[in-house]
């Protein structure tokens, strides 16, 4: 091989190097509780955030310290809906998971499975009824009934003007006595993110 010949050959390898490295992906691991917001969007940091202040707002109102003194236990608790009333996909069921993580590992409360949940834990005594042994069977009609349901929504307004958007959510969560269904508690929670214009362009 000539000279010639040998320099196009590294100007061809280096060509395909370069062209490589430049349109490889790169993966930047970071710490969970690390704050990333790329698109303005609600993200997990919103949901993580959101649903600890307030739980934490919820636990510290007047109806959890009124039925404990007056029923001499914990307030059995449900998550119910929570409705996406914004224009985005946002993965509700994530926030409820939330929700429920903050009220169960809060001790302050007794926390019940789900209507999902429940149903699938009803098939399972009724499979173990019929097919485990008598002392190992879990009984039917031993649930234990929940006394309030969280429930509520998630909205969004959009502002646009000169150079930037405006993203305000806004979280409204109501816990409700199922029995009388009486609003023991209302919680509000707003979020505003400036967007800049240039995060919008193709």
């Known amino acids: 091989m000539n000279l010639k010949k040998l320099s196009l ?16 992906q790169r993966v930047t691991r970071v710490n969970n ?3 990333i917001d790329l698109s303005g969007n609600w993200n997990d940091t919103d949901s993580r955030l959101v649903s600890q202040e307030m ?6 109102s007047a109806w959890l310290r009124d039925f404990t003194e ?10 119910g809906d929570v409705l ?29 499975a789900s209507r999902d949940q429940r149903e699938a834990l009803r098939d399972e005594r009724a499979d173990q009824a019929e097919h485990a042994r008598a002392s190992t069977v879990s009984q039917q009609g031993n649930e234990t009934g929940a006394d309030f349901m969280l429930k509520g929504q998630i ?11 405006l993203i305000v ?5 109501e816990m409700i006595n199922i029995e009388t269904n009486e609003r023991v508690w209302m919680g509000n929670k707003t ?10 362009r193709a």
Do not use: W
Request: net charge positive; with cysteine; hydrophobic share 40%.
């Open 191 to 200: 979020i505003r993110k400036v967007v800049s214009r240039n995060r919008f």
């Open 33 to 35: 509780d690390q704050p």
């Open 84 to 112: 996406n009333m914004t224009e985005e996909h946002i993965n509700t069921g994530t926030f409820v998971q939330d929700l429920a993580r903050n009220l169960t590992n809060s001790g302050r409360v007794t926390f019940v």
């Open 55 to 60: 739980i934490t707002d919820a636990l510290g």
């Open 155 to 165: 909205s969004s307004m959009l502002d646009t003007g000169s150079g930037a958007q």
């Open 70 to 79: 007056k029923q001499g236990r914990r307030p059995v608790v449900i998550v």
């Open 9 to 24: 050959c590294l100007l061809a390898l280096t060509f395909c190097v370069s062209m490589f490295a430049c349109s490889g």
């Open 169 to 173: 959510y806004q979280v409204d969560l």
